[in-house]
């Protein structure tokens, strides 16, 4: 179709070299064919081009003092990319992978997947090529001081609501909230993932991983199967991997993987989730100690990966959960998951497969939960901490997350359906992005050209 074909070149010449917002953008737009066939009425309104071109962008220079007494110099990004459905909301990474391309992939990610939560929050994302991995508190501090002070005449609890996203935890949104506050004199719902004591929602740091376990039962209910007994493998370290690791013997599965930059964990009695939590959550060490506590588990260090992929996806199991970052499971590791008799992947991270790896899950009919509907209970339970702070209310725990439940058997329902609707049943990748686009493009026609 020339609509998405001419709209896809435009793009690759007006932002040249952002690799992965081509990527993300043409996954949407591919899947869009069908609904563009039965509805050109979305070419008339130029929905595509207006889609793909952020409302807004905000690049920006953070200065600050390290340890040493020398001056540091960061890129700062906001990207303010649809707010048809509500303020524009999504996290904030500090990793020094971080460029103007990958921010635009996240936030563009982020329209469809906040939309598909039915809740009204609109699209974005921001960060830095910050790397806050060896830095002392005191350095941390400093630098997100440096950041907010620029980001904070961009956001508010109704304009645009950050929150964390890799390298982006408790400690940074407490750092970056007081000095929000300092700077406004205002104490108000800005960012979500705040601390328990001071505005945050209970279950926020456990949703993106619960929400994704969730979204894998969803899947494989719906095949006439449970996540009960299966072996399962996480990868990556942080958040979203650590409570996808909890929530996933809560249901009697057993994880046996887990993994960070230097290297992969295999213990195939399954992950310590006590010690892992200690040594990422306290310790923020490096995975190689769990050998300490557990020299009967192996560790595979990163040099050692297979040239095409990763060490997490050639270990047999059940059910695999992406929990680390965009592209971390490629063509190969598909080949070799689907070869050991994988039958479902949840994904915790954002695009954490590549283009090939996903056509491979589809062709193969498997139960196959993209990012953007897989891990949208952490960013849906930042809405709902949203809802408590204009309300001024704190909620228990087991209201939080009857709700997550509810949003990802939805997330859940509606992908299915509109897969079922395109005559591609099994096909979650169609559903999430025909369902989330809907919503947003019906929403941006009714508000006319803006
Ligand atoms: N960074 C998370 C995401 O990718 C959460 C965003 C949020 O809570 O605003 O969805």
Not at 88 to 99: C, D, E, I, M, N
Not at 384 to 403: G, T
Request: aromatic share 8%.
């Amino acid at each position: 179709m020339p609509y998405v074909h001419d709209t896809l070149e435009r793009l690759k010449k007006s932002s040249p070299a952002q690799t992965e917002f081509y990527q993300a953008a043409e996954e949407v737009l591919e899947c869009l064919r069908p609904l563009f066939e039965r509805s050109p009425h979305y070419h008339d309104h130029s929905i595509i081009e207006r889609i793909v071109e952020p409302e807004r962008q905000i690049m920006f220079r953070i200065c600050w003092t390290d340890d040493a007494g020398k001056v540091q110099v960061n890129k700062g990004y906001r990207v303010q990319f649809n707010s048809a459905l509500g303020p524009y909301k999504g996290g904030l990474r500090f990793h020094p992978s971080v460029t103007s391309g990958i921010i635009k992939f996240l936030g563009f990610e982020q329209i469809f997947k906040n939309a598909l939560t039915g809740l009204p929050i609109g699209g974005g994302k921001g960060g830095s090529d910050f790397d806050p991995k060896g830095k002392s508190d005191g350095e941390i501090m400093r630098f997100c001081q440096s950041f907010m002070t620029e980001l904070y005449r961009h956001i508010g609890p109704t304009t645009d609501v950050p929150a964390g996203d890799i390298g982006v935890g408790a400690r940074e949104i407490g750092y970056l909230y007081g000095q929000y506050k300092r700077l406004t004199g205002r104490y108000e719902g800005v960012l979500t993932g705040k601390g328990l004591d001071w505005g945050g929602s209970i279950g926020r740091k456990e949703a993106t991983g619960y929400g994704a376990v969730y979204f894998a039962q969803n899947m494989l209910q719906a095949r006439g199967e449970s996540i009960e007994g299966k072996t399962c493998l996480v990868s990556g370290a942080g958040n979203v991997a650590i409570y996808t690791i909890e929530k996933l013997y809560e249901l009697g599965a057993t994880p046996i993987t887990c993994s960070d930059s230097r290297g992969t964990i295999h213990d195939p009695r399954g992950i310590d989730l006590d010690l892992l939590k200690e040594l990422k959550e306290v310790k923020r060490a490096s995975l190689e100690e769990y050998l300490a506590n557990h020299p009967e588990a192996s560790y595979i260090p990163a040099n050692d990966y297979p040239a095409d992929g990763h060490a997490v996806w050639r270990i047999p199991a059940d059910v695999a959960f992406p929990c680390a970052t965009q592209n971390e499971l490629t063509d190969g590791d598909a080949e070799t998951l689907l070869g050991n008799g994988v039958t479902c992947i949840s994904e915790g991270a954002n695009m954490p497969s590549t283009a090939a790896a996903v056509d491979r899950f589809l062709d193969a009919k498997i139960a196959y939960g993209p990012g953007k509907a897989a891990n949208a209970g952490g960013v849906a339970t930042s809405q709902l901490e949203m809802a408590q702070n204009s309300s001024m209310q704190q909620w228990p725990l087991e209201k939080v997350d009857a709700k997550l439940k509810e949003i990802m058997a939805n997330i859940h329902q509606q992908c299915a359906d509109t897969a079922e609707e395109f005559g591609e049943p099994t096909n979650l990748v169609l559903g999430a992005n025909i369902a989330g686009f809907r919503k947003v493009a019906d929403t941006m026609i009714d508000q006319g050209v803006v």
